[in-house]
Structures are given as structure tokens and as C-alpha cells.
């Protein structure tokens, strides 16, 4: 994917109508999954603003119009995301939900391979909770 000459990966996606769908499923997996409970739990009643973000995000992200920078300004997304509690069970929920948007929408095994191994390091750089122990006892060592 490091050929000038190759489409981008926004083009390989479909370009605007392919990375919509891929994005509405995502939150749409978002209302339903389980494993997204916690993750869902931090966003609004309506999802329609947070799917839009993400969509305006990675149209520039995957070599498509940077349209969250001409709308909100540089992403910054760990600063974006400090005032959510992100430990790993909300990133996994994420996950969980990007992942099975992509294997929905997207044909392209490789492409999914390239977005998979860029996005999940990308997620999991959100978290901003360390693991608490649950007893005093779990702080000393044995």
C-alpha cells in the first residue's frame, strides 16, 4: 500500500458510500452488542453525531477528503477522548464493534488485514485507565 500509484485505502473502501456504510454499521453493532455495553454507556441517546465524527475522521485517516480537519480542526484524538473513562473493556467494546462493521461491509480480506492492524494499536492508545486492584492485598508482593 506504499505504491503512489495505488488507490487509497478510501478508495479501496468504496469512497464516501462505502465508508458510510461501514460506519453505520459500527454504531449500529454499537446499539446491540454486549460487549459494547460500557463503551455505549458513554455515548449520547443518539449516536448519529458520533458516527458522523468517526466517519469525517477516517475519510481523511484512510486517503479521502480530510473532512474532520476542515470541520473541527486537528484530530488529537487521545486528547478528544481524556475526558471518557477508557480502560480496556470500553476499547475492546469499540473493537468489537469496528471489527465486525469491517468483516460486514468490507469484501477486501487485505484491506480489512491493513485497517485492522492500524486501527486496533489507534484504539487501544485511547485508554486512559490503568487496572485498579480490587483488594489492598493484590498491591503487595507475595
Not at 473502501?13 to 453505520?24: H, K, P, V, W, Y
Not at 453493532?29 to 463503551?39: N, S, Y
Not at 458522523?52 to 470541520?71: D, H, N, V
Request: overall charge negative; proline content about 8%; some cysteine.
Amino acid at each position: 500500500m506504499n505504491d503512489p500509484a495505488a488507490p487509497t485505502p478510501y478508495a479501496r473502501i468504496g469512497g464516501e458510500a462505502g465508508l458510510r456504510r461501514m460506519t453505520q454499521r459500527m454504531y449500529a453493532l454499537m446499539d446491540t452488542l454486549p460487549e459494547a455495553a460500557a463503551v455505549r454507556a458513554q455515548h449520547p441517546i443518539s449516536l448519529d453525531g458520533s458516527e458522523q465524527k468517526l466517519f469525517e475522521f477516517l475519510s481523511g485517516w484512510l486517503g479521502g477528503p480530510p473532512l474532520f480537519t476542515q470541520k473541527h480542526g486537528a484530530p488529537m484524538l487521545r486528547a478528544r477522548h481524556l475526558p471518557f473513562r477508557i480502560g480496556m473493556e470500553e476499547a475492546s467494546g469499540w473493537l468489537a464493534c469496528f471489527h465486525g462493521a469491517m468483516v460486514e461491509t468490507i469484501e477486501d480480506a487485505e484491506l480489512r488485514e491493513f485497517l485492522w492492524s492500524r486501527i486496533e494499536p489507534l484504539a487501544l492508545h485511547m485508554r486512559n485507565l490503568q487496572a485498579v486492584p480490587l483488594r489492598w492485598a493484590d498491591t503487595q508482593d507475595a
